[in-house]
């Protein structure tokens, strides 16, 4: 399959150390550059932005000057994140792309804009303002990708997406990609696609993910700050800890900062360059924590994340999915921790079942993860 793609892509490919491609990208890459329409859904850490990245790249006609494709994501760091594999795979092809996102500068946006790409990578709002001051062209656009399809097609966004897709040629050709599909996404996603092909792909061997151990502490609300203190001691750890409600983030940033413990926070409400500046020093492995919410830190890939901890309960299965598929990746161990109170902890194994993953309690004995009967033999010794 990899060898029916333009030069520039096997060479990457070669260069890039993967071995074989994995199962997304085996059954994705042949239907994308027949020119199907296609909705895909594979689990978190699969490979599904080269899955699209790469028939994208391989279908760019670099001897035509206008727009012919682009990709939108629901969040600034998400299209940032998809930005740089574009510009890392892209190396060397005459392919010019740019990213365009909400909360960054206009006018810089507009400089970037008359480079004439080939390429945008955007976030709804801002592309579709831009669109309608007639500053971005989409009537040679061929190719629209949704990635993370089911946050783009929540009500807040899904207007302007609709309006987004209806802005480009007849003959479009519309690829959504998510982790998790709700029969509401999959319905909405088939009215902007036409004879669309429908791909499921479970668990992916490929992507070999590594051993991930799902542990809870039982806690009242108001303790959770003190177990989080202890998360954050834990040696050699590198914690991604997501929160339900921006209001209480502050809180905990406060407190935590207040015992000099290594932690940062990201959410929607904050600046683009405060939103970079700690995903930064969180992927440089300069601080220990990121506290975020889950619009933020939606289909973030951050190398060695040792532990996903869950301080408010996911508010469905498929939020438990996501968050979860934020460690363990590529092979690597990973834990994920739901600090729950009583009435959460029912929840929490409901989901657990469901998943088919084992659930243990843990408690913290000498600041280390312990089982309750080995505290119990400790102190008798």
Excluded at 20 to 36: D, F, W, Y
Excluded at 122 to 133: D, H, N
Excluded at 181 to 194: F, G, I, P, R
Aim: proline share 3%.
């Amino acid at each position: 399959m990899l060898n029916t793609l333009k030069p520039f892509l096997q060479e990457a490919w070669e260069k890039s150390g993967f071995q074989n491609p994995t199962s997304i990208q085996e059954s994705a890459i042949p239907l994308i550059l027949e020119g199907k329409d296609l909705i895909a859904e594979s689990p978190t850490g699969t490979g599904k932005t080269l899955a699209y990245l790469l028939p994208l790249l391989d279908k760019i006609d670099t001897d035509v000057q206008g727009l012919q494709a682009v990709v939108l994501a629901s969040s600034q760091e998400l299209v940032m994140q998809v930005y740089q594999e574009f510009q890392k795979w892209s190396e060397g092809s005459g392919v010019r792309g740019t990213s365009i996102i909400g909360g960054a500068n206009v006018k810089r946006q507009l400089e970037k804009l008359k480079k004439r790409p080939q390429v945008i990578f955007a976030t709804p709002g801002r592309l579709f303002e831009l669109i309608k001051q007639k500053k971005v062209k989409m009537h040679e656009v061929k190719l629209v990708v949704l990635d993370e399809g089911d946050q783009l097609l929540i009500p807040e966004h899904l207007n302007t997406v609709q309006n987004i897709v209806k802005s480009t040629m007849n003959d479009r050709q519309v690829v959504l990609f998510s982790a998790t599909m709700k029969a509401v996404t999959e319905k909405l996603a088939k009215d902007l696609t036409k004879d669309q092909e429908v791909l499921r792909i479970e668990k992916d061997e490929m992507a070999s993910s590594g051993e991930v151990e799902h542990i809870y502490f039982l806690c009242e609300p108001r303790d959770k700050i003190k177990l989080l203190e202890k998360i954050v001691r834990l040696e050699n750890s590198k914690s991604l800890a997501f929160i339900n409600d921006i209001g209480e983030i502050q809180v905990f940033k406060e407190k935590l900062l207040f015992k000099d413990l290594s932690i940062g926070i990201l959410h929607s409400d904050m600046k683009k360059l405060e939103r970079q500046a700690a995903l930064k020093s969180f992927r440089d492995g300069k601080m220990k924590m990121l506290i975020a919410t889950d619009v933020a830190a939606r289909g973030l890939d951050i190398q060695g994340v040792t532990h996903v901890v869950q301080i408010d309960s996911p508010k469905d299965i498929a939020q438990y999915v996501h968050r979860a598929g934020r460690t363990g990746r590529m092979g690597a161990n990973g834990t994920i921790i739901s600090l729950v109170t009583e009435r959460e902890e029912r929840e929490l194994k409901r989901y657990c079942r469901e998943l088919n993953v084992p659930l243990q309690k843990r408690v913290f004995y000498q600041g280390q993860i312990s089982e309750e009967n080995q505290r119990v033999q400790k102190q008798k010794r």
